[in-house]
């Protein structure tokens, strides 16, 4: 990968405003404050958002028939940066993007009863090395990268360590000492979570090995005929000589991924299966990936952000925030905060999503401010995999943004969620339905989607300027609404939902002293702290004050 080195080296919107331009921003993108604890984040698959680039969409021969949403649908990191440099994720508030893997995917497909899948999701490697030519290039994704840092966006990107792509006769199995093929895993205890395949035909990558091995015949094969195999055997034994690293299967793959980190800049990583491996792997690519980071800041000083580490989010199935730091596999409890994450999926949030609101806020607060302080987990309301989402039909779409967005921890924003992008597509099987390509035609076209849209954005520019939201410490107000605040800092804000349209008073007295003036971010409408209150009259139900 060190090749592309030598090539490189709102103000709130109004009710009316267009939902897909671009916004004036309250402070520039460099001064205004961020923590990782209290980001808004956007998740996106590759395939399935935007395609800037047809060009690229047979590059690769993945042409058998499919089953429905089963194989590339054209999405590539040309349509990222297009979406990018229209302006769509600075109006969301958006400030940290992840992408599925960018990472070459095998090149056959698997038959899975219903109709043949390719790899289109990102998560079936074939080369860590290269980008997927459907993708893009790697010089498209270090300009994306670039474009989105000059937007004061960090990059995270999703890491696959446990397992290769599938067999198919266009890609050869590793060899036995990189992968198991079987058996399949029981799921019952620790070890049959780690020594076994999660599915049948996705081999396991043996990261539990020490052992030095030679690389697959298979991609020296492919990087001889590429002209890069003497680039790559110099790297890795660089990579090697440096670390003290044994040559074993999970450092070739750390050595890898850690390139994205000091080669592009990338900000950080999501980690996928993160239980299917051993917790002390994670712990080494942690630090492999910070020292990566550190290399890359101090290569381009010019070209990071000074404030934050390299960034780790842990996919750990099943872990709930009211676990806290334990992750119980039944016969071993597991403390994987200890063990290189910073941050964990938050499993349970959909379901709590269903909680009234002080009941959610609340709760998420107190174990976010005792047993986690320090990490802090990714709420989600729906994502690429999992069968049950809040509000799977989309029927309250306004309340599922706002919880998502006002709930203590980072909030992420599944592409679409944001626009009510159906969850529910007729003739798919299993997680197909959750990826139909973004609904872009029915965002410019429908006035109930710009709706929707217009409450996301004016909520995440909002928690953008505001790292209190998701980082702060929140406490009720008592009012005639349901009213609190939340404070990180010198950063406080008070926020009241579900109030009268038009005429209204906000109890503020607590947080903003008498004669202050204050912007209603929800509206845009200056007012004034009298006697403790701050007095509105907006059409809207929602009041977002922060100090002008």
């Given at each position: ?10 103000i709130?919107l109004y ?11 309250n ?6 404050e ?6 808004n984040l ?6 399935r958002?935007?395609n ?9 021969a ?5 089953g ?14 297009e979406k990018?440099?229209?302006?769509y ?29 390719y ?18 290039t790697m010089?498209?994704?270090q300009?994306l ?6 937007k004061g966006i ?12 599938p ?6 199995v590793?060899?036995?000492d990189w992968?198991?093929t ?17 599915v049948?035909n996705l081999?396991?990558?043996?990261t ?23 680039q ?10 440096q670390?003290?690293y ?47 980071f ?9 070209q990071?952000?000074?404030t934050t ?14 676990s806290?730091?334990?992750y119980?596999f039944?016969?071993k ?27 959610l806020?609340?709760?998420?607060n ?13 709420n ?13 039909k989309?029927e309250?779409p306004?309340?599922?943004g706002?919880?998502l967005?006002l ?15 159906s969850l529910?597509i007729?003739?798919t099987q299993?997680?197909?339905t ?16 710009q ?5 996301y ?41 579900d109030?009268?349209a ?28 009298s ?13 977002l004050l922060e100090?002008?």
């Amino acid at each position: 990968m060190k090749n592309l080195v030598a090539i490189f080296f709102l103000i709130p919107l109004y009710w009316a405003c267009a939902p897909t331009q671009n916004t004036v921003q309250n402070q520039p993108a460099e001064n205004r404050e961020f923590v990782w604890e209290g980001a808004n984040l956007y998740f996106l698959l590759i395939d399935r958002f935007h395609n800037g680039n047809p060009a690229n969409d047979h590059l690769i021969a993945r042409d058998l028939p499919t089953g429905k949403l089963r194989g590339f649908e054209g999405g590539d990191l040309r349509g990222v940066i297009e979406k990018l440099e229209a302006g769509y994720f600075e109006a969301l508030g958006v400030n940290v993007i992840w992408m599925s893997p960018v990472v070459e995917q095998i090149h056959g497909s698997v038959d899975e009863g219903t109709g043949n899948t390719y790899g289109f999701h990102g998560y079936w490697t074939k080369d860590w090395t290269n980008v997927d030519p459907a993708y893009g290039t790697m010089q498209e994704l270090q300009e994306l990268i670039d474009k989105a840092h000059q937007k004061g966006i960090r990059i995270m990107l999703d890491a696959v360590i446990n397992h290769t792509g599938p067999v198919t006769e266009l890609d050869p199995v590793f060899p036995s000492d990189w992968v198991r093929t079987s058996p399949k895993c029981t799921y019952d205890t620790y070890e049959h979570y780690i020594h076994c395949t999660l599915v049948e035909n996705l081999p396991d990558v043996k990261t539990e090995s020490n052992t030095a091995v030679e690389l697959p015949p298979q991609l020296v094969e492919k990087w001889k005929k590429e002209g890069r195999y003497e680039q790559e055997i110099a790297e890795l034994d660089a990579f090697f000589t440096q670390t003290g690293y044994p040559r074993a299967p999970k450092y070739y793959i750390m050595k890898w991924l850690s390139d994205y980190i000091r080669d592009l800049g990338i900000d950080g990583y999501r980690i996928d299966t993160a239980k299917h491996v051993t917790e002390d792997v994670w712990s080494e690519f942690a630090q492999v990936c910070q020292q990566a980071f550190d290399t890359y800041r101090s290569n381009h000083p010019n070209q990071t952000f000074e404030t934050t580490d390299f960034y780790t989010v842990g996919e750990v199935y099943g872990y709930g925030i009211f676990s806290k730091r334990i992750y119980n596999f039944g016969d071993k409890k597991v403390d994987y905060f200890a063990n290189g994450f910073d941050n964990l999926i938050n499993f349970d949030f959909k379901g709590d999503a269903a909680q009234p609101y002080e009941k959610l806020f609340n709760a998420y607060n107190s174990l976010l401010q005792t047993d986690l302080q320090g990490k802090s987990v990714l709420n989600y309301i729906s994502s690429h995999d999992d069968s049950w989402p809040f509000d799977k039909k989309r029927e309250k779409p306004i309340e599922a943004g706002t919880k998502l967005l006002l709930t203590p921890g980072i909030s992420q924003i599944y592409y679409g969620d944001e626009s009510a992008r159906s969850l529910n597509i007729e003739g798919t099987q299993g997680d197909a339905t959750l990826r139909l390509p973004m609904n872009w035609t029915q965002i410019e076209n429908d006035e109930a989607t710009q709706k929707i849209l217009r409450h996301y954005q004016k909520l995440g520019q909002f928690r953008k300027n505001h790292p209190a939201i998701g980082a702060g410490i929140h406490k009720q107000i008592p009012d005639l609404y349901y009213t609190f605040s939340r404070t990180w800092g010198n950063d406080q804000v008070v926020i009241a939902l579900d109030v009268p349209a038009w005429e209204k008073e906000i109890n503020v007295g607590t947080v903003f002293a008498e004669g202050a003036v204050l912007i209603d971010a929800y509206s845009g409408i200056e007012t004034r702290v009298s006697n403790g209150k701050a007095k509105l009259d907006t059409p809207f139900e929602y009041v977002l004050l922060e100090k002008k």
